[in-house]
């Protein structure tokens, strides 16, 4: 059986696509306020962002003729890993996944998990760090099924004072 999707490294076309994505996902959960992710220069330079060292950022592709937004077409979603912000250097940050509506529950969120888990590992990070909030109920239950597990408090200074909901797991 084939998936349905593709899940490949961002490239410079994808940047406008990626941009579209979280400003579109985000205000859906209420995350477009000030402290939230969608207000982060980097998202509208996500490509030259994530090929600093130690990160990786990844797309999540359908077949063509499948609706997007502007920029690549069948780009649907994506999501990545970064050093925490002013945290320990072994930690990593699961950073900007989010996907349309049409990527969601077909397995994309997991299979994007295990490919930012496997490139965290392979970045030499020994524990994966998430900020999310209340509401994005699929989101934490797809967290949670991939060994992260709730801490009380953030970690590092991303600046995402928004976030209530705070996730880690060892790699």
Not at 97 to 119: E, H, K, N, S, T
Not at 139 to 147: E, F, I, S, V
Not at 150 to 158: E, L, V
Request: glycine share 12%; aromatic share 8%.
């Amino acid at each position: 059986m084939t998936t349905p999707f593709l899940i490949r490294p961002i490239e410079p076309r994808d940047d406008s696509a990626i941009a579209a994505i979280i400003r579109a996902v985000m205000p859906e959960f209420g995350a477009d306020g000030e402290g939230f992710a969608i207000h982060d220069a980097e998202v509208d330079a996500m490509y030259a962002a994530y090929t600093r060292p130690r990160c990786a950022y990844f797309v999540v592709e359908m077949e063509t003729g499948t609706p997007s937004v502007a920029g690549s077409p069948g780009v649907v979603g994506g999501g990545g890993v970064a050093p925490l912000e002013h945290g320990d250097p072994d930690v990593c940050e699961l950073r900007k996944m989010y996907f349309l509506p049409q990527a969601r529950g077909i397995g994309a969120g997991g299979a994007m998990m295990v490919r930012c888990l496997d490139a965290a590992r392979a970045l030499g990070f020994k524990r994966c760090y998430l900020e999310t909030l209340t509401g994005m109920d699929a989101a934490q239950a797809l967290y949670r099924k991939h060994g992260f597990t709730p801490i009380c408090a953030p970690m590092g200074n991303t600046g995402h004072h928004g976030c209530d909901r705070w996730f880690i797991r060892d790699l």
